[in-house]
């Protein structure tokens, strides 16, 4: 599977990449939590399209595949799976109530979701085992996965059902504007409905 973790997770260590993906999250979003200008917010956000996912999500399959053998891969992602959502959730209404209770003020909202990456950051750092590379990935090697890869049917049979997927729910995050603006309804209220309805 070199392929797939060629530009990260089999490049670098493991624990190293949560721990940047987490810190610099969080620290670049405290800056954006001082609304600077906007090339430097377009900025950061280019910058989040690295570190949540880049140097995350690579980093996130391969710690959870070193947690079980071959045998039991689908019920340790499936369980992975499954605590996100309710973790998600969670944190979520907690936000959701911090939101309403500080008379919906977002910036105050972006400091505690930054805080909490920075926080999470930390304890990877302490707790979590080092998981270096195991030995350098070569080019051909990365080559010869894709075009393996690309010849199979299912793979873009699941390419395609996660790229509709992820454009119907960015025609959902469309619903936000309009429920607030022509629907009339809070900030908070909004938010209320749309967490439910992305952990339903």
């Not at 810190?23 to 200008?37: D, E, M, Q, R």
């Not at 950061?44 to 140097?55: G, R, Y």
């Amino acid at each position: 599977s070199n392929f797939f973790f060629f530009f990260s997770a089999d490049a670098f260590d493991t624990k190293k990449l949560f721990v940047f993906s987490m810190i610099a999250t969080g620290v670049s979003g405290l800056y954006s939590a001082s609304l600077p200008s906007y090339p430097v917010m377009l900025a950061i956000n280019v910058f989040w399209s690295v570190s949540t996912t880049l140097t995350f999500w690579s980093a996130m399959i391969k710690a959870v595949k070193n947690l079980a053998d071959d045998a039991h891969q689908g019920q340790v992602f499936g369980f992975k799976e499954t605590m996100c959502c309710i973790i998600t959730f969670v944190f979520s209404m907690a936000a959701l109530a911090v939101f309403r209770l500080t008379g919906e003020n977002f910036v105050i909202l972006l400091v505690l979701y930054s805080v909490m990456h920075i926080l999470i950051g930390v304890l990877v750092a302490i707790f979590m085992p080092s998981l270096p590379p195991e030995g350098k990935p070569q080019l051909y090697g990365l080559v010869k996965g894709i075009g393996a890869v690309v010849r199979l049917k299912g793979v873009w049979l699941i390419g395609m059902t996660i790229f509709f997927t992820q454009f119907a729910a960015i025609i959902f995050g469309r619903f936000t504007p309009f429920l607030t603006s022509v629907g009339g309804l809070s900030a908070s209220t909004v938010a209320l409905i749309t967490i439910v309805a992305a952990n339903g």
